[in-house]
């Protein structure tokens, strides 16, 4: 079996745990063979860490305004403020644009969601969801989707 994360395990029943740094989207491979010579695969995507909604930054289960200013905050502002340390608990939400970097272009992407008709965030925007791109950002606490 084939975990999506470079790791293959073998074997009638396999138990595996992702380190705890992991998040995001994984494909997992089974490969069952059988003495006959029968090979069969299966492919399954799953969503390893918790659930955020990308551009609710501020973990109030709205997005708006608020939400690009608590990444400006974060950008420029005082680390130990409410808003920089709302990302620094959830920085996946702030990615607006999934680029895997926090900066002055995600703020300006949720502004362009909410005030310039340029369409939704990336996923998981339209509800709570894991990323389904890999990246080093991570989320480890976002209240409004559960966790
Ligand atoms: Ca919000
Ligand atoms: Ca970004």
């Given amino acids: 079996m084939d975990l999506g994360d470079g790791s293959i395990r073998e074997g009638r029943q396999?138990?595996?745990e992702y380190a705890p740094a992991a998040s995001?989207?994984?494909?997992i491979c089974l490969t069952v063979k059988n003495d006959a010579g029968y090979v069969h695969t299966a492919r399954e995507a799953v969503c390893i860490g918790?659930?955020?909604?990308r551009g609710?930054?501020?973990?109030?289960?709205r997005i708006d305004i608020a939400d690009?200013?608590?990444t400006i905050v974060y950008l420029f502002g005082d680390a130990a403020a409410p808003a920089a340390v709302s990302?620094?608990?959830?920085p996946d939400t702030a990615d607006a644009n999934d680029d895997g970097t926090i900066d002055i272009g995600d703020p300006v992407?949720?502004?362009?969601?909410?005030?310039?008709?340029?369409?939704?965030l990336p996923e998981p925007f339209a509800a709570c969801?894991?990323?389904?791109?890999?990246?080093?950002?991570?989320?480890t606490d976002h209240a409004a989707c559960g966790k």
């Fill in 14 to 16: 396999v138990e595996y």
């Fill in 24 to 27: 995001g989207m994984f494909t």
């Fill in 50 to 53: 918790p659930a955020f909604r």
């Fill in 56 to 61: 609710d930054v501020n973990d109030d289960r």
């Fill in 68 to 70: 690009a200013i608590c």
């Fill in 87 to 90: 990302v620094a608990r959830c």
């Fill in 109 to 120: 992407k949720v502004l362009g969601h909410l005030f310039a008709q340029r369409g939704p």
């Fill in 129 to 139: 969801g894991g990323d389904p791109t890999a990246d080093g950002l991570g989320c």
